[in-house]
């Protein structure tokens, strides 16, 4: 993901701090969706996730349905972004390599958009595109909001055909399950699904989100709420980790894929970065252990480039960090450290299977994890 006012539209890098203002995620998406029965979601009234989707929702107004089909899209998302990392990590968890394919962009990015540097002749292989906003204007010519990741696109005619993050991870769940692999897991699981939602939404808006509010904040009153806030849903965390293996009890559901991606960058960026710096999370025991729990677990730690995530939040915001260095830390070996978390009991799966091996094409760069050592 990445939102630049509309100032910043028409120079080479974006403003993310605006003087004296709290930051203020624009949440204005492509609501679009792909479901496997378009006829029966265009005819629901189903409500709308908003921030956070909606297992069982409908379609807002202008919003179009489009059928799930094997081939047909390719997922454009960003190792560096905890959104797009999301997308990412519930495909592979579910198995969905086959039936939609991945498309990886850089790390960085100017006003314009992602861009496709990192393969050969800097054009997406399949989509043949340099940069994601040629996908956007493929689809709006006059697109005016961000251009961001994740996004679906269709590969036939190049356009893109949502980026509603919130919604698309849940879709991949739901919509998609003709095409799961055998012994995907229930990230969705329905009976509790009801207790689910308020622990994402608190997530979203204190953790997920709130790691940009105090970096992006203003004014110091502003970065002082947003700390206190964040920092009063971190001790609700490990409070709630401490007796229990995953968010939701014995097995993980999307809620700890939701939570993982800001984990996984909070001691890299977001503690000095962001100054979200009361402590690291490696100093937070059930937070600490519960973040190298999913590391360590296939999907999740293996679908994770540290080395991308630095470059993007330390380069693109030059308004944060003008010299635009990335520092060499910190290290990463307790990563790999035991976590005792199995004493809890459960089981990540519950009652599926672990993902098989990343396939060659989608590993993360080795040196830029420590599961792949240069």
């Known amino acids: 993901m990445s939102h630049t006012s509309d ?22 998406y492509i609501e679009d969706r792909i479901v496997a029965d378009p006829d029966a979601v ?8 908003g921030t956070i989707g909606n ?27 905890p959104w797009a990392n999301r997308a990412i990590i519930v495909r592979r968890l579910l198995g969905l390599e086959d039936a939609i394919s991945l498309g990886l962009p850089g ?6 958009s992602w861009t496709f540097d990192l393969d050969p002749d800097g054009r997406d292989p399949v989509l043949g595109t340099e940069r994601l906003q040629e996908n956007y204007f493929k689809r709006f010519p006059d697109y005016p909001r961000g251009i961001t990741v994740p996004a679906m696109v269709d590969e036939a ?8 993050y919130p919604q698309m991870t849940l879709d991949f769940s739901t919509e998609w399950k003709d095409f799961h692999r055998d012994g995907a897991p229930d990230l969705l699981p329905a009976d509790k699904l009801d207790q689910m939602q308020p622990v994402i939404k608190r997530i979203y808006t204190e953790v997920n989100n709130g790691v ?8 110091q009153e502003a970065y002082n709420a947003a700390y206190d806030r964040l920092w009063a849903a971190m001790d609700w965390l490990e409070e709630r980790l401490t007796n229990q293996r995953y968010l939701m009890g014995d097995s993980i559901t999307e809620a700890d894929v ?3 991606t800001t984990l996984a960058r909070f001691d890299a960026v977001y503690h000095g970065h962001f100054k979200c710096n009361r402590n690291k999370l490696s100093e937070m025991p059930a937070l600490w252990g519960y973040a190298r729990d999913l590391f360590q677990t296939p999907g999740f730690g293996d679908t994770t480039d540290f080395v991308q995530i630095k470059q993007h939040y330390y380069i693109v915001h030059e ?8 520092p060499q830390g910190p290290d990463l070996s307790g990563w790999l450290t035991e976590h005792g978390r199995e004493a809890l009991g459960g089981s990540p799966f519950g009652n599926g299977t672990a993902p098989g091996p990343v396939r060659e094409s989608e590993r993360v760069i080795p040196g830029h994890n420590p599961l792949y050592p240069a």
Do not use: M
């Open 258 to 260: 939701r939570l993982f």
């Open 55 to 81: 297992p069982n929702g409908g379609l807002g107004d202008g919003a179009k349905a489009w059928p799930v089909e094997a081939g047909r899209y390719r997922l454009v998302a960003a190792r560096a972004c």
């Open 319 to 326: 308004d944060i960090n003008p010299t635009r260095i990335v």
């Open 42 to 49: 265009r005819a629901s009234d189903g409500p709308t996730g």
């Open 107 to 112: 790390p960085t990015h100017d006003a314009r």
């Open 7 to 28: 100032t910043a539209q028409f120079s080479t890098k974006g403003a993310y701090v605006h003087s004296g203002e709290e930051f203020d995620r624009d949440t204005s």
């Open 157 to 164: 005619s190049g356009a893109v055909v949502t980026n509603d």
């Open 212 to 219: 940009y509010r105090c970096g992006f904040a203003g004014s």
